[in-house]
T-cell receptor
Framework: DTGVSQDPRHKITKRGQNVTFRCDPI?????LYWYRQTLGQGPEFLTY????????KSRLLSDRFSAERPKGSFSTLEIQRTEQGDSAMYLC????????????FGPGTRLTVL | AQSVTQPDIHITVSEGASLELRCNYS??????LFWYVQSPGQGLQLLLKYFSGDTLVQGIKGFEAEFKRSQSSFNLRKPSVHWSDAAEYFCAVGAGAQKLVFGQGTRLTINP
């Protein structure tokens, strides 16, 4: 069990640029979640996948955000035309399908938009 | 809608003292409840969870939490804190397909 990994750990970009983050879940976990955490706040749910299907999206996920999990393994989160308000920690979590299984979190990607 | 309230934004305790972090939730069904800890710049580590059964749950690092349905609370406790416990603590409720709704967090500072 190697844990959830995220890449990059830090990203600095200029307003208007596109950025993409990657999440590799724990290998046998078929559910994958993305959360956003701003300074001084708890994480907020963005979206989740069961295998390759994106089953739920938060209204926080504007049309500039897109997430994919093409083969049901790793996932990417892309933000187009970044804004300063997108600056946050983006956290990925994974779990097995099942009512009581725990979500395991990755270390996060810290995005700073200048 | 589901929500979690952590009334204390920041708590300071002395090393060796006891600790209680408060958490109140709002959820229409039987809740799944969690406590996570986050060190600066890091992801979240699960301390403990409650799904059903015994309302007093034991976790890692000597932490425990008690589920009180009548008070909609799930407070976290530790009898004696260590300097390494300084971190941010988040209470969360499982909602829907187990997406989590988090509280604002409580930052714990330990005085030597």
């Amino acid at each position: 069990d190697t844990g959830v990994s995220q890449d990059p750990r830090h990203k600095i970009t200029k307003r208007g640029q596109n950025v993409t983050f990657r999440c590799d879940p724990i290998s046998e976990h078929n559910r994958l979640y993305w959360y956003r955490q701003t300074l001084g706040q708890g994480p907020e749910f963005l979206t989740y996948f069961q295998n390759e299907a994106q089953l739920e999206k938060s209204r926080l996920l504007s049309d500039r955000f897109s997430a994919e999990r093409p083969k049901g393994s790793f996932s990417t989160l892309e933000i187009q035309r970044t804004e300063q308000g997108d600056s946050a920690m983006y956290l990925c979590a994974s779990r097995r399908q099942g009512g009581t299984d725990t979500q395991y979190f990755g270390p996060g990607t810290r995005l700073t938009v200048l | 809608a589901q929500s979690v309230t952590q009334p204390d934004i920041h708590i300071t305790v002395s090393e060796g003292a006891s600790l209680e972090l408060r958490c109140n939730y709002s959820y229409g069904a039987t809740p799944y409840l969690f406590w996570y800890v986050q060190s600066p710049g890091q992801g979240l580590q699960l301390l403990l969870k409650y799904f059903s059964g015994d309302t007093l749950v034991q976790g890692i690092k000597g932490f425990e939490a008690e589920f009180k349905r009548s008070q909609s609370s799930f407070n976290l406790r530790k009898p004696s804190v260590h300097w390494s416990d300084a971190a941010e603590y988040f209470c969360a409720v499982g909602a829907g397909a187990q997406k989590l709704v988090f509280g604002q967090g409580t930052r714990l500072t330990i005085n030597p």
